[in-house]
């Protein structure tokens, strides 16, 4: 898929993630607008995936470690075909199959239930593992929130994974260096971060998470890594593609009334007009 069409792909994405916290009245819109390139290109472009069969031993699996942001995984699973987009609406509702965290067990293409902050990365190592034991040719996928990573758990997983050599793992941090707090940087600083993941013998990659280019380089890279996991510290803006969200703390879990969902589906549906007159 090329830039463009991931691009209006990415449009469709934050769109269900606003329709989907609106219609709950809650849930995290912050950062899954910021993930929604990393969505929308791991969906679409990356992993060897298939909605028609969501549970082939064989395919590539993704783990959404900071698990509030499941609006974003929905919309970029709904938006490949897993379930409908219409769905999307019945986010958090009783009785819903689409839970205000990832479920397993209810949910076509979710690959591990998260949601306890600082635990996903230990299910993927877990699952990177077991793929070399098999002698399996999958690759695992996991996305960490910034904030998340101040959790001693991810570096607990992110020291076996390096000492045992997962090269088939690829951890992405969403640094949009903000949590429900504030600034990660004045909460609980993990900065530098791609010295530390270096230390735990990760192969680092910075780049800008809000371009198809660079995620897409950064991908490529990290399929050519042999003997050691590979970290890809993705810079991304909090509430990207919505004015009003961006880089505002507020928004980290906070659904928009009425009038603020008017205006976020007006910039969007503009956005994605804008796109398709290239």
């Known amino acids: 898929m090329d830039n463009l069409k991931l691009m209006q792909t990415a449009v469709e994405v934050r769109k269900g993630i606003i329709t989907g916290v609106h ?15 990393i969505f929308t290109f791991l969906y679409f472009e990356e992993m060897n995936i298939d909605p028609a069969d969501p549970k082939n031993p064989d395919r590539d699996r993704f783990v959404l ?6 609006p974003g995984l929905y919309s970029a699973l709904a938006n490949r075909g897993y379930f409908p987009v219409e769905d999307l609406k ?3 509702h009783t009785g819903s199959y689409l839970q205000g965290h990832p479920d397993m067990k209810h949910i076509p293409g979710v690959d591990m239930s998260s ?3 600082g635990q996903g990365l230990s ?9 070399k034991l098999s002698k399996k040719s999958y690759r695992v ?12 758990q991810i570096w607990e997983a992110a020291m076996f994974a390096g000492f045992h050599k997962l ?8 640094n949009n260096n903000l949590q429900i707090d504030g600034a990660i940087s004045d909460v609980c600083s993990p900065y530098p971060i791609d010295k530390k993941f270096e ?9 800008n998470g809000n371009d198809f280019d660079e995620i897409r380089r950064a991908m490529e890279e990290a399929k050519t890594v042999k003997g050691m996991p590979t970290a890809i510290i993705a810079h991304t803006v909090k509430g990207k593609g919505v004015s009003y969200m961006e880089n505002q703390v507020g928004w980290h879990g906070t659904a928009p009334n009425d009038e603020q969902y008017a205006v976020a589906m007006e910039e969007l549906e503009k956005a994605g007009e804008a796109l398709c007159q290239k």
Not at 65 to 70: L, R, V
Not at 123 to 131: N, S, Y
Not at 167 to 173: E, H, M, S
């Open 199 to 207: 230390s735990f013998n990760f192969h680092v990659i910075n780049i």
């Open 167 to 174: 090269d088939n793992l690829c951890v992405i941090v969403d």
């Open 23 to 37: 219609s709950a009245k809650s849930g995290h819109p912050g950062g899954s607008l910021s993930a929604a390139d």
């Open 123 to 131: 299910c993927a190592v877990g699952m990177a593992l077991g793929g």
């Open 65 to 70: 470690s900071k698990g509030h942001t499941a």
């Open 90 to 92: 019945t986010l958090r």
């Open 141 to 152: 996928y996991a996305l960490c929130g910034d904030g998340e990573i101040q959790e001693g």
């Open 115 to 117: 949601g306890s902050l």
